[in-house]
């Protein structure tokens, strides 16, 4: 059980367009989602936190109108990147909190994204 | 800021070798402390978890971990390794001042050889 899913699991764009990340918790109901950002050899980075049917929240350093997130359901969250930049290339990671067990979070596998 | 600090980015042991990773936080309070790991092309799992109680922690595949709060630290642990340990280890630290927020180490690449 706690499985969670991202699609894509790699894409590429052109700079300017924008991408959207799907985060999905496929055997349990997640109120709370999390949105990590991890560079190479560095550490995974808290980008938002995102809660079922309330706008996320965002850590400090984080543009709100360029990383937008949606929860609009107990297993979907969905990270849109918009007009995309060379440098916001990275490794976009997802969890997912299980109701009911307040303290795990439950990743998914991540998604590449390179801006060409 | 909490922080958390992996020593170790790298280490190469030959299988049978014990293990030790550490892991160092930077708060004084009440913490709940993580090891994640993240087998090649695979998500992040967690390996065990220390919310309080008994400071050793034994999870799973016969990793273990000892909080040692007069240290600050919660070293990962496991007496013989296999090859199929290679991986990628996480140390991370639930925010006292946000229940959501989990902040990680650096990571420590670790590669066993048979």
């Known amino acids: 059980g706690a499985v969670v899913s991202q699609h894509p699991s790699w894409v590429i764009c052109k700079s300017g367009t924008s991408v959207k990340i799907e985060c999905r918790s496929l055997d349990f109901q997640a109120t709370t989602m999390f949105w990590y950002r991890q560079f190479p050899k560095q550490s995974l980075m808290l980008m938002a936190t995102s809660n079922e049917g309330s706008k996320a929240t965002y850590e400090q350093g984080v543009e709100k109108d360029k990383f937008l997130i949606n929860h609009a359901s107990l297993t979907l969250s969905t990270l849109t990147v918009t007009s995309a930049h060379p440098e916001d290339s990275s490794f976009y990671i997802c969890?997912?909190?299980?109701?009911?067990?307040?303290?795990?979070?439950?990743f998914g596998p991540g998604t590449r994204l390179t801006v060409t | 800021a909490q922080s958390v600090s992996q020593h170790n980015h790298h280490v190469i042991l030959s299988e049978a070798a014990s293990l030790e990773l550490g892991c160092n936080y930077s708060y004084g309070g009440t913490v709940n402390l993580f090891w994640y790991v993240q087998y090649p092309g695979q998500h992040l799992q967690l390996l065990l978890k220390?919310?309080?109680?008994?400071?050793l922690v034994k999870g799973i595949k016969g990793f273990e971990a000892e909080f040692i709060k007069s240290k600050f630290s919660f070293n990962l642990r496991k007496p013989s390794v296999q090859w199929s340990d290679t991986a990628e280890y996480f140390c991370a630290v639930k925010s006292a001042y946000n229940t959501d927020k989990l902040i990680f180490g650096t990571g420590t690449r670790l590669q066993v050889f048979p």
């Open positions: 969890s997912a909190r299980w109701v009911g067990r307040s303290y795990e979070q439950y």
């Open positions: 220390y919310f309080s109680g008994d400071p």
